[in-house]
């Protein structure tokens, strides 16, 4: 039932309800403590229903923490119209270049210093946004600096061909 039902005993007066609409004969007392009942039982059930959607929500959240010098992966933020390093949907990376970072802002935001080229975007990111870099002895990273646009795309080149293939389809 909704809520003005539960505590008003009556249905909302909305276009919808018009032809349910019906006297009242109790006033009193009786109502006033009827009602405060009824919103002790609503409050008990709406902090049951939260409880239980937060417990399922906790078991996939983890806290994040860094520390002034780690690396981190920002993550891209999809914007609509723009494709980010030329691909399309899912086929498109989750993050960009390898950053440190340089200070924390407040608990949840981190200051990373950003290429030149994008003077254009804030360099304080939440939380939420960073992916932690776990170091590895044999994993080199090859970094070539990438010439990126305002918009965050770049554009590709071919470094070479690795075969070249003529194909007769059917008739054609």
């Keep these: ?15 919808i309800h018009l032809d349910e609409v019906v006297e009242r004969d109790e006033i009193g007392p009786d109502i006033v403590q009827r009602t405060a009942d009824l ?13 239980k959607h937060k417990s399922f929500a906790d078991k996939r959240r983890r806290d994040l923490e860094f520390a002034v010098g780690d690396h981190v992966f920002v993550k891209i933020a999809p914007m609509k119209g723009v494709m980010p390093f030329g691909k399309k949907g899912k086929l498109g990376p989750m993050f960009i270049v390898l950053f440190e970072i340089l200070e924390g802002v407040g ?11 994008l003077a254009g ?22 970094y070539e600096p990438l010439q990126l646009t305002p918009n965050l795309s770049y554009e590709e080149k071919p470094m070479q061909i690795l075969g070249r293939q003529e194909r007769r389809l059917r008739i054609r």
């Design 1 to 15: 039932m909704d809520p003005y039902e539960a505590l008003y005993g009556r249905k909302c007066m909305s276009p």
């Design 39 to 51: 919103v002790v039982k609503i409050r008990d059930k709406m902090k049951t229903t939260q409880s």
């Design 107 to 117: 608990a949840l935001a981190y200051k990373v210093p950003l290429l030149p080229n």
């Design 121 to 142: 975007v804030q360099n304080v990111f939440n939380i939420f946004m960073l992916h932690k870099y776990m170091s590895n002895p044999s994993h080199v990273l090859n």
